[in-house]
């Protein structure tokens, strides 16, 4: 059974950064970072493959974001830089055996319960 573990999220001024982690049990091939803000369905923001080689952001975060990942410490990443009020959501780490750069939530078979992260103005 594969487990998700989120960490990192917190409150951050606009233009700020913050460093997301998603500690990963189990293997897994491609990993994926989302978000949910309220009244809104819940969005990509990026993709990864277990080899690194191939990864994917959503436009809204590209330039910005950038998503990582340690095998060797079973954790993913997501570096967030440049912070605006409208990033402000609940980030979620997904999991899928696709070994290949998924960008919808029903591509994923594992979740993690969410990290808020709040950008003030």
């Known amino acids: 059974q594969v487990q998700l573990v989120e960490s990192g999220g917190g409150l951050v001024q606009a233009g700020g950064s913050l460093r997301l982690s998603c500690a990963v049990s189990?293997?897994?091939?491609?990993m994926g970072w989302f978000r949910q803000a309220p009244g809104k369905e819940r969005e990509f923001v990026a993709a990864?493959?277990?080899?690194?080689?191939?990864?994917r952001n959503s436009d809204s975060v590209k330039g910005r974001f950038t998503i990582s990942r340690d095998n060797a410490k079973n954790t993913v990443y997501l570096q967030m830089n440049s912070l605006k009020p409208e990033d402000t959501a609940v980030y979620y780490c997904a999991a899928t055996n696709t070994n290949m750069v998924v960008t919808t939530t029903q591509g994923y078979e594992y979740w993690g319960q969410g990290t808020q992260v709040t950008v003030s103005s």
């Open positions: 189990g293997r897994t091939f491609t």
């Open positions: 990864i493959t277990r080899s690194g080689r191939n990864l």
